[in-house]
C-alpha cells in the first residue's frame, strides 16, 4: 500500500501529501525545492523544515513550511481541483505554489508538477531506496499518477527509432487488408451494404473491420468482418438489433444451440456493453449456463474465427464470404423480425 494514499482527498489533499514529505525527508529535498523554485533559503540539516498543514489564518487548502526565522506558505493544485491565485498575494511572506501548469500570479514563486517530480528524482538518486528519504520519495513519485498527475519526461530513443518502420508495416497492413475488404464487399452482394470501417483508434489498437447492413439484418443488427492482429485471426460475427430476451430463448433450444456449434472455427456468443463484455465459447456452453447470464445489459454477437496461418492461399474470398453466409443462415430465425 502505498504511504500517501491515506492522506485524505478533498481541498488541499496534494498539498497536505506534499508537506508530509517534506516534514519526513529533512532538509536536502525541501533544499532541492527551493532552489529549483528561485526562493534564496536553505535549510540547515541541524534544523529540518517544521510543517503545518492547514496554515494558520490562511484560506482553506494551504499549508506552512517554517524554519529559524523563515515561513513559507504552500499550496499545490491537484487536477481538477480550483483554487484563487489571488489568494497567495492576500497574506504577507513568501508563497508557493505548485501547479498543473507552472504558472502563478506575480511574487509568487512557481514550480510546475513536472518540476518537481524531476527533482524527486535527482533526489531518489541520491538516496539508497532503504533510507527514509529514499523510499518516501520513491512513494510519492509512485502516488503522483494515482492523483492524476503525469508527467511526460520525453521519447526514448528506441521508440524514435522504432516508430517509421512500425508506421510503415502498419501501412502496408492496412493497405493488403483494405484490399480484402474490397474484393469480399462484392461476394458479400449488393444485399449487404457497407456502413461504416475501423475507427483511427481501432486501428491503432489492431483492429481493422469494415461493417455491412442489410434488410436481413434487421434495423440494428449488422455483419462484421474484422482482422484482429493481437489475436492473429480474422473473424465473422454477425450482431443482432433483436431483443436480448429473443436471443436468450432462442439459445435455450438444443437444436438452435447446436446448429451453431456444428459451423465450426469455435464460434462464439460475444456479449458487449460499454461497461465490460464476456466471450462464451458455444462448443462448451450449456443451455442453463446461458440462461443465467444477464442479457438485459448487454448487445449479443455470434462469431466465428480463422488464424492468420488459414489466410494463405487461393479463394479466400470465397471462403470468408461462405462462413459469414452459413452464420446467416444459420441465425436467420433469430434476425427475422417479430410479426406480431
Same mark, same amino acid.
Given at each position: 500500500?502505498?504511504?500517501?494514499?491515506?492522506?485524505?482527498?478533498?481541498?488541499?489533499?496534494?498539498?497536505?501529501?506534499?508537506?508530509?514529505l517534506?516534514?519526513?525527508?529533512?532538509?536536502?529535498?525541501?533544499?532541492?525545492?527551493?532552489?529549483?523554485?528561485?526562493?534564496?533559503?536553505?535549510?540547515q540539516?541541524?534544523?529540518?523544515?517544521?510543517?503545518?498543514?492547514?496554515?494558520?489564518?490562511?484560506?482553506?487548502?494551504?499549508?506552512l513550511?517554517?524554519?529559524?526565522?523563515?515561513?513559507?506558505?504552500?499550496?499545490? =493544485?491537484?487536477p481538477?481541483?480550483? @483554487?484563487?491565485?489571488?489568494?497567495?498575494?492576500?497574506? %504577507?511572506?513568501?508563497?508557493?505554489?505548485?501547479?498543473?501548469t507552472?504558472?502563478?500570479?506575480?511574487?509568487?514563486?512557481?514550480?510546475?508538477?513536472?518540476?518537481?517530480?524531476?527533482v524527486?528524482?535527482?533526489?531518489?538518486? =541520491?538516496?539508497?531506496?532503504?533510507?527514509?528519504?529514499?523510499?518516501?520519495?520513491?512513494?510519492?513519485?509512485?502516488?503522483?499518477p494515482?492523483?492524476g498527475?503525469?508527467?511526460?519526461?520525453?521519447?526514448?530513443?528506441?521508440?524514435?527509432?522504432?516508430?517509421?518502420?512500425?508506421?510503415?508495416?502498419?501501412?502496408?497492413?492496412?493497405?493488403?487488408?483494405?484490399?480484402?475488404?474490397?474484393?469480399?464487399?462484392?461476394?458479400?452482394?449488393?444485399?449487404?451494404?457497407?456502413?461504416?470501417?475501423?475507427?483511427?483508434?481501432?486501428?491503432?489498437?489492431?483492429?481493422?473491420?469494415?461493417?455491412?447492413?442489410?434488410?436481413?439484418?434487421?434495423?440494428?443488427?449488422?455483419?462484421?468482418?474484422?482482422?484482429?492482429?493481437p489475436?492473429?485471426?480474422?473473424?465473422?460475427?454477425?450482431?443482432?438489433?433483436?431483443?436480448?430476451?429473443?436471443? #436468450?430463448?432462442?439459445?435455450?433450444? %438444443?437444436?438452435?444451440?447446436?446448429?451453431?456449434?456444428?459451423?465450426?472455427?469455435?464460434?462464439?456468443?460475444?456479449? @458487449?456493453?460499454?461497461?465490460? %463484455?464476456?466471450?462464451?465459447?458455444?462448443?462448451?456452453?450449456?443451455?442453463? #449456463?446461458?440462461?443465467?447470464?444477464?442479457?438485459?445489459?448487454? #448487445?449479443?454477437?455470434?462469431?466465428?474465427?480463422?488464424?492468420?496461418?488459414?489466410l494463405?492461399?487461393?479463394?479466400?474470398?470465397?471462403?470468408?464470404?461462405?462462413?459469414?453466409?452459413?452464420?446467416?443462415?444459420?441465425?436467420?430465425?433469430?434476425?427475422?423480425?417479430v410479426?406480431?
Amino acid at each position: 500500500m502505498n504511504l500517501f494514499q491515506s492522506i485524505p482527498e478533498g481541498q488541499g489533499g496534494l498539498t497536505a501529501a506534499l508537506l508530509a514529505l517534506l516534514e519526513h525527508c529533512g532538509s536536502d529535498l525541501a533544499n532541492a525545492l527551493m532552489r529549483k523554485a528561485g526562493i534564496p533559503h536553505l535549510f540547515q540539516a541541524e534544523s529540518p523544515p517544521q510543517v503545518a498543514f492547514p496554515a494558520p489564518d490562511s484560506p482553506p487548502g494551504q499549508g506552512l513550511v517554517s524554519g529559524r526565522d523563515f515561513a513559507l506558505r504552500v499550496v499545490a =493544485q491537484a487536477p481538477g481541483e480550483s @483554487w484563487d491565485p489571488a489568494e497567495l498575494q492576500a497574506l %504577507e511572506g513568501p508563497a508557493l505554489a505548485v501547479t498543473l501548469t507552472g504558472k502563478a500570479p506575480p511574487g509568487v514563486h512557481v514550480l510546475s508538477w513536472e518540476q518537481v517530480d524531476r527533482v524527486l528524482a535527482f533526489v531518489a538518486e =541520491q538516496h539508497d531506496p532503504q533510507s527514509r528519504t529514499g523510499f518516501l520519495v520513491r512513494q510519492f513519485r509512485d502516488f503522483l499518477p494515482r492523483a492524476g498527475i503525469e508527467s511526460f519526461s520525453g521519447f526514448s530513443p528506441e521508440e524514435l527509432d522504432g516508430v517509421p518502420a512500425a508506421l510503415a508495416t502498419l501501412t502496408r497492413f492496412l493497405q493488403t487488408a483494405d484490399q480484402l475488404f474490397q474484393r469480399l464487399a462484392p461476394a458479400l452482394g449488393e444485399a449487404f451494404p457497407l456502413l461504416r470501417q475501423a475507427r483511427p483508434e481501432d486501428l491503432l489498437a489492431g483492429y481493422c473491420y469494415r461493417d455491412f447492413g442489410g434488410a436481413a439484418l434487421g434495423d440494428a443488427g449488422f455483419l462484421r468482418i474484422a482482422l484482429h492482429v493481437p489475436g492473429q485471426e480474422l473473424q465473422v460475427a454477425v450482431w443482432s438489433g433483436n431483443e436480448s430476451s429473443r436471443i #436468450q430463448e432462442a439459445l435455450q433450444d %438444443e437444436v438452435f444451440l447446436d446448429s451453431l456449434r456444428e459451423l465450426g472455427e469455435d464460434p462464439l456468443l460475444w456479449l @458487449w456493453s460499454a461497461g465490460g %463484455e464476456q466471450k462464451i465459447a458455444l462448443a462448451k456452453a450449456m443451455p442453463e #449456463q446461458l440462461a443465467a447470464l444477464n442479457w438485459s445489459a448487454y #448487445q449479443a454477437g455470434f462469431q466465428r474465427s480463422l488464424p492468420f496461418e488459414h489466410l494463405a492461399g487461393d479463394g479466400l474470398v470465397g471462403r470468408v464470404s461462405d462462413m459469414a453466409q452459413e452464420l446467416l443462415e444459420t441465425l436467420a430465425p433469430l434476425l427475422a423480425p417479430v410479426v406480431h
